[in-house]
């Protein structure tokens, strides 16, 4: 709505008595005149239906007296639209008639009319269709000529508006009764809140625009409330409605962080059992050092903080409280006060130290038994071997047999520096260096037993890295990717990718073996976890770990058209990323 002049405004009041009244009556107008429209339309629309009727009636009476209709079927052709013809005598008995015979006699739907020319009823609330009807004289006599033509839509569209028309016109009458009675009502609250502004003190401009005056008024109103209001009177607000609901410990201190309150949860919770109000936090937690010098710096700088913890002795026991502290600003910014709040996490902290080393003693007991696993398996080949050559020691024989035994000490060897590798992957001794001449360094590896292997990408991929670590993970990788190739019998060469991914280097080993097996897809980075007859499965588990040490990623997905791609990403350093 808009201000009214400076000069003289209508007001708020006025304008409403009179916009709200012209509004509804405005709305009334035009549904009305909207209602008699389509009714008319409707109307209209009817009686050039029922013209068509009668001119078609009109000049099947001319065809018949002149002879040219002597059968139905002529009747037919000639009103291929009607949905009824008939010729009746001048009784009302049908002689020719087809279509969809209504009931009754021809000429029952113009009872009471004088039909000496063509006539045209319908449709109405009992007939959905125009009957027209026309007198003619045929082989001397007296006859009519009717026909019917189809007005379903026609019949519809006027239920609809009478319908309408006994909902919209009693509403209309029903909003210019209530406008006219209530409208004063409406504005009794405002008429309130006006006389109300006035009487105030320092009320100025009420002859202007009454709702600029309200506005000016409740804003005057809202600063002087605050003005009066201590900041002292804000914080026991907030501590009467929080500190017997809550749970933890809560502490509200002033701005200079003196004691305001401390509920009872949080004095139990210190050992605290009698609070002085406006004694300074230091004090209050003398017998608490490092949860004072907490609190006390976090007042002194006015910064928040989440999440500390902190160890208390109280009653003889050492308990962790988790800590946070608010500043309680006002709305300019100011800093009103303090709020602190504090848990007892003791017990949480000791469910999770049981959690995790009950979680340790389960792993190195999955670890223990996968090394005593494979280390039965191969003293079952010692022994097999030590047998077969006790039975037959001749020279030749015994040269077969220890070249087997050289070979499972081999895998006996390997698993137990993969096991103590894992174990004890080294403390990391980070450099510079080029995470590309590490690729190429694993890519040799004689292990590898003749694969080839493709490099392509970045040449220049700066980390910060173990060289020995990382150059044992890529070689496990790319050990497991010449593997997956001897397997399904490929001879391809594998493939590596180097490169740039924001601010990663990214290394992909892709090999076209049979690829990840569905029931080891959740567990591939498990120890002793494998899919390959003959392995031991800490290859990856180590790779991953070797990455992890880094802050790396390394993950395994399959490839299009058969294949494996790991992809292990390492964090760019940071000096040369650019």
């Known amino acids: 709505m808009t201000r009214a002049s400076s000069g003289s405004g209508i007001g708020l009041r006025r304008e409403v008595t009179i916009v709200i009244p012209v ?89 009471g009319l004088e039909i000496d020319r063509p006539v045209a009823v319908g449709p109405d609330e009992n007939r959905d269709y125009v009957a027209a009807i026309a007198p ?86 809202v600063l002087a409330l605050e003005a009066e209001r201590s900041p002292q009177e804000d914080l026991a607000t907030l501590e009467m409605a929080l500190g017997p609901s809550l749970e933890s410990g809560f502490l509200l201190l002033g701005h200079d962080g003196e004691v305001l309150s401390l509920n009872a949860v949080g004095a139990r919770l210190l050992g605290l059992p009698d609070v002085k109000p406006g004694a300074p936090v230091r004090e209050l937690l003398s017998g608490h050092a490092q949860l004072s010098r907490l609190i006390t710096n976090a007042v002194e700088s006015n910064e928040q903080i989440q999440r500390q913890e902190a160890e208390i002795e109280c009653d003889g026991k050492s308990v962790t409280l988790g800590l946070s502290v608010h500043p309680l600003r006002r709305d300019d910014g100011e800093i009103r006060g303090f709020l602190v709040l504090f848990a007892d996490l003791t017990e949480t902290r000791r469910q999770a130290e049981e959690e995790r080393l009950s979680l340790s003693l389960a792993q190195v007991g999955e670890l223990a038994a996968g090394v005593a696993h494979e280390m039965r398996n191969s003293l079952s080949t010692f022994r097999g071997y030590l047998t077969l050559i006790e039975r037959a020691p001749e020279e030749e024989t015994i040269t077969d047999y220890l070249s087997e035994l050289r070979r499972e000490t081999d895998h006996l060897q390997r698993v137990l520096e993969d096991f103590l590798s894992f ?14 001449n590490i690729v190429h360094r694993a890519a040799v590896d004689p292990a590898l037993e003749r694969t080839k292997v493709e490099i392509e990408g970045t040449e220049h991929l700066p980390i910060m890295g173990d060289p020995q670590l990382l150059e044992r993970a890529i070689r496990n990788l790319l050990h497991n990717a010449s593997q997956a190739h001897q397997t399904a019998g490929v ?43 003959g392995g031991v499965g800490l290859g990856l588990s180590l790779a991953r770990r070797i990455v992890d040490l880094h802050g790396g990623q390394l993950q395994l997905t399959d490839r299009p058209n058969g294949g494996t791609c790991a992809e292990l990403s390492i964090a760019l350093a940071d000096e040369l990323s650019s």
Do not use: C
Not at 179 to 202: E, K, W
Not at 423 to 436: D, F
């Open 491 to 533: 001879e391809e060469p594998i493939r590596v990718r180097t490169s740039r991914r924001e601010q990663w280097a990214i290394v992909e080993i892709l090999d076209r073996g049979h690829g990840v097996p569905d029931h080891l897809r959740d567990r591939l980075f498990e120890p002793f976890v494998t899919g390959r007859s």
């Open 136 to 221: 003619t004289v045929w082989n001397g006599q007296r006859h009519y000529v009717r026909i019917d033509l189809g007005a379903h839509e026609l019949r519809r569209q006027l239920r609809n508006v009478r319908s309408l028309a006994w909902v919209v016109l009693p509403i209309n009458a029903a909003l210019s009764v209530l406008i006219l009675l209530f409208l004063r009502h409406l504005l009794a609250p405002y008429d309130q809140l006006l006389a109300a502004a006035r009487r105030m003190p320092r009320a100025q401009d009420a002859s202007k625009d009454e709702v600029a005056f309200l506005i000016s008024s409740f804003e005057k109103a």
């Open 23 to 111: 509004v509804f009556l405005l709305l009334v107008v035009l549904s009305t005149y909207t209602l008699f429209s389509y009714h008319s339309g409707i109307t209209l629309t009817i009686e050039a239906r029922q013209v068509e009727a009668t001119k078609l009636a009109g000049k099947l009476a001319e065809s018949l007296a002149s002879g040219r209709i002597t059968t139905a079927g002529d009747l037919r052709r000639l009103l291929p639209q009607a949905e009824y013809f008939v010729v009746a005598s001048g009784d009302g008995r049908p002689i020719l008639e087809g279509g969809s015979i209504p009931t009754g006699t021809p000429l029952s739907d113009f009872d």
């Open 423 to 436: 174990a004890r992957p080294e403390s990391t001794r980070p450099e510079l260096l080029n995470l590309e």
